[in-house]
């Protein structure tokens, strides 16, 4: 595990430059998870580092395979200085240790929710998993193992996520779009649902 979570960081590291900040968290009878603070201009970008030491297995499997299985971080873009986004790093560390936690699959298009804000003041409760490949490449492991996936967080208002609930992940991202919504904006009101 620390093998892989060294490449993990590596690949951080190469795509998003050094951490100026990072914090660990541990929960009871969970691997340690840490969060990782980068800088990019106006951009904050807090990602995960812990969750990917084990494959994520499938809840209805009565036994979880310790080699194969998908894998993954988690990483947010936020625009700095509008908000205290730093009190993210809880939150995110709950969200990357739920696959340990509640034996969930995080992918792609899934909806993962907090029940309180994100930090406070925020307007958003839960966020949307998008597709890896982006910001920062998938990162291969040796056979059998499954490729880490770097996967963006997209946070929603309570009433996105419920509109998402509905009409899925692809038809929320492309409102989006054709509003012009800026997702790294950590003050942005909903977009319209109507």
């Known amino acids: 595990m620390a093998e892989i979570l060294a490449l993990v960081e590596a690949r951080l590291r190469s795509a998003l430059g050094e951490p ?27 990602a995960t580092l812990g969750m990917a030491g084990q494959p994520m297995a499938d809840p209805t499997s009565p036994l979880a395979d310790p080699v194969k299985g998908p894998r993954a971080e988690l990483i947010l873009s936020v625009r700095g200085g509008l908000a205290d986004t730093d009190q993210v790093l809880r939150p995110l560390a709950v969200l990357a240790a739920s696959p340990q936690v509640e034996g969930l699959v995080v992918a792609p298009g899934a909806s993962l929710d907090l029940g309180e804000p994100l930090w406070t003041g925020a307007p958003f409760t839960s966020v949307l998993v998008a597709e890896s490949g982006g910001l920062v490449e998938d990162l291969e492991l040796d056979a059998p193992m499954d490729p880490v996936r770097f996967l963006p967080l997209l946070p929603m208002t309570p009433n996105e996520a419920a509109w998402k609930r509905v009409h899925g992940a692809q038809e929320l991202q492309e409102r989006w779009l054709t509003h012009g919504t800026d997702l790294r904006d950590p003050l942005r009101t909903s977009v319209p649902l109507d």
Do not use: C, H, N, S
């Not at 009871?28 to 603070?37: F, H, M």
């Open 20 to 46: 100026d900040a990072r914090a660990d968290v541990t929960f009871l009878g969970t691997d340690r998870i840490e969060v990782l603070r980068f800088l990019d201009g106006d951009v904050v970008r807090y």
